[in-house]
């Protein structure tokens, strides 16, 4: 398949924009492509493919056999702000080498769609579902976003790691904080400082949800995603493979009043992004998941106070703030975010978060409560994922990382794994798809994420089951090596290979840092007598 091209010439640089256009990377493009960068380049059938050239006379040509969108999975770098207009000039050429060659695949059963595209409707319009509703109508797909609250704020700490920010595009202004510096507070309150192996460039963003998420669902309706304020209800399944799923919602857009109106909606796949609650799931029989409580209250503090939290944020583990989880305390633009979380004593959760203030009390002694928030958040994925033209992502599939209750960047990433996924199998929304295309979603995302959930629902039942256990955890913190392969693997979301030698040093340690735990926490048990 081949496409003509048009090239947008800027002041310094040539972008070649294919239309259809369907990614971005931001850094030069060689005339010739090593075969050693070939593992660095991942698809992307979700933004405009726009490839910066640094000769603005070279002649290029491009075939395009998949019209999948690529780009660099090490960091690019960062915009300035959400908005900064390009001058450009628009003309048509003819390009030719090099020829790259991407591969769309759909069902050999798969119909042509006649005069129309596929429907796709994506419901929840957190991170997941707008990373999901963009990267389908950026491939074609005629895209539906529902969403019931346009403000809505999840309590949530907002971390997000540094290789978001570039590959996700988003703009400096959303980023309340750029934290470089991090607290680990043991149960006897001992600190250990964290982030001492951070290079200049290197930070921990926090943002607000409701800052995040509606920036993702705006661009997914610059893009032409149709964004609805509406709140779902149910889902009538088809009876054969070629009928459409019928959605039930009521949608609210001013017209009826606070009630809404009942609206049906006729689509030929869904993608579950409505979180921890879903409704999706529910109708699709996913099963039923552990989950945890997080209760976070963001508090306003006298600006002396806030200039402490400026970089820094602070992590603190103990039974007092919560047997299974840690206590936070995140800065925010204005405010900071203070909130625990638990999965085996819910009913216990405004206790904890008491412990959490009475454990910072000094650093936000005078501060304002501003805003509660609580909200479930799942443990581990669930049961089932998929089924039929129905996927699950994001909070809905389970996404959230034990130990460190990480889930933005792993809720953007399968929305936009499993979008693509339908972008490709539907040749660009031609053709109809089937559980078999989504399902490569889902092998793709086990492929490369199970390790990381797996190590660290180990790290948890390790070293979070005791009081001593946990400050075996934080003296190990203080090691410069742990501290390195932590924020590498966590930044950057890949798995660093480590040193043979430390990491041997490393487990020594470890078994070091946990036979004193026991034997501390014996002691502990013989007083307690």
């Known amino acids: 398949m081949t496409f003509k091209t048009k090239i947008k010439i800027y002041p310094t640089l040539s972008t070649i924009q294919s239309s259809p256009s369907i990614h971005q990377i931001q850094r030069p493009f060689p005339t010739h492509i090593p075969n050693h960068i070939h593992p660095l380049l991942q698809n992307h059938s979700k933004e405009p493919l726009s490839i910066l050239v640094a000769d603005t006379q070279s002649s290029l040509s491009l075939t395009f056999s998949k019209m999948s969108a690529i780009a660099f999975k090490p960091f690019t770098g960062l915009r300035r702000s959400s908005a900064v207009p390009v001058p450009t000039t628009t003309t048509t050429t003819t390009l ?3 020829v790259i060659k991407f591969h769309v695949s759909a069902a050999k059963t798969s119909p042509k769609l006649s005069n129309r595209n596929l429907k796709v409707a994506v419901i929840g319009g957190g991170p997941a579902g707008g990373a999901a509703a963009e990267t389908l109508a950026k491939g074609g797909i005629e895209t539906f976003l529902i969403e019931r609250k346009l403000d809505n704020c999840k309590p949530c700490g907002g971390a997000i790691p540094l290789c978001m920010v570039g590959e996700f ?4 202004d959303i980023i309340d904080r750029r934290v470089t510096k991090m607290k680990m507070i043991s149960p006897s309150n001992i600190a250990v400082d964290i982030g001492q192996t951070l290079k200049p460039h290197e930070y921990i963003g926090m943002v607000r949800r409701e800052v995040l998420d509606a ?6 309706k610059e893009n032409g995603a149709n964004v609805i304020n509406g709140l779902f209800l149910k889902m009538d399944m088809p009876k054969r493979w070629d009928e459409p799923y019928v959605l039930h919602y009521t949608e609210y857009d001013g017209k009826k009043g606070a009630m809404g109106e009942k609206v049906t909606l006729e689509v030929d796949a869904v993608i579950g992004a409505d979180g921890a609650n879903s409704r999706v799931a529910k109708a699709i029989n996913a099963g039923d998941y552990d989950y945890a409580i997080a209760f976070q ?15 820094l944020a602070e992590m603190y583990v103990g039974d007092d703030v919560s047997p299974d989880f840690y206590g936070w305390v995140f800065p925010k633009c204005d405010h900071v975010a203070v909130g625990t979380g638990t999965v085996t004593h819910k009913s216990d959760i405004k206790k904890f978060q008491l412990a959490t203030r009475n454990r910072a009390k000094d650093k936000i002694l005078g501060g304002k409560i501003i805003r509660v928030e609580a909200h479930p958040i799942p443990e581990h994925p669930r049961p089932r994922r998929l089924s039929g033209r129905v996927a699950l992502v994001g909070d809905a599939a389970g996404y959230v990382t034990k130990c460190s209750g990480e889930g933005i960047y792993f809720a ?17 929304g031609k053709k109809m798809v089937d559980e078999g295309d989504l399902r490569k979603y889902l092998e793709k995302w086990d492929k490369t994420y199970w390790p990381t959930y797996k190590v660290l629902d180990v790290l948890q039942k390790v070293f979070y089951r005791s009081n001593p256990a946990r400050e075996a955890f934080v003296e190990m913190c203080a090691d410069e090596y742990v501290q390195k392969m932590t924020f590498d693997s966590y930044l950057y979301k890949t798995v660093v290979p480590g040193n043979p030698m430390d990491d041997l040093k490393l487990a020594v340690n470890t078994i070091g840092s946990l036979v004193r735990a026991n034997a501390l926490k014996k002691e502990m048990e013989k007083l307690n007598v």
Do not use: F
């Open 96 to 98: 030719s080498k090099p």
């Open 169 to 172: 595009d988003l703009p400096l």
């Open 215 to 220: 920036y993702l669902r705006d661009r997914a």
């Open 297 to 311: 209250e963001r508090i306003k503090i006298p600006d002396d106070k806030m200039v402490y939290y400026e970089n």
């Open 412 to 428: 953007a990433k399968s929305g936009r794994m499993c979008a693509e996924a339908i972008v490709e199998g539907s040749q660009l």
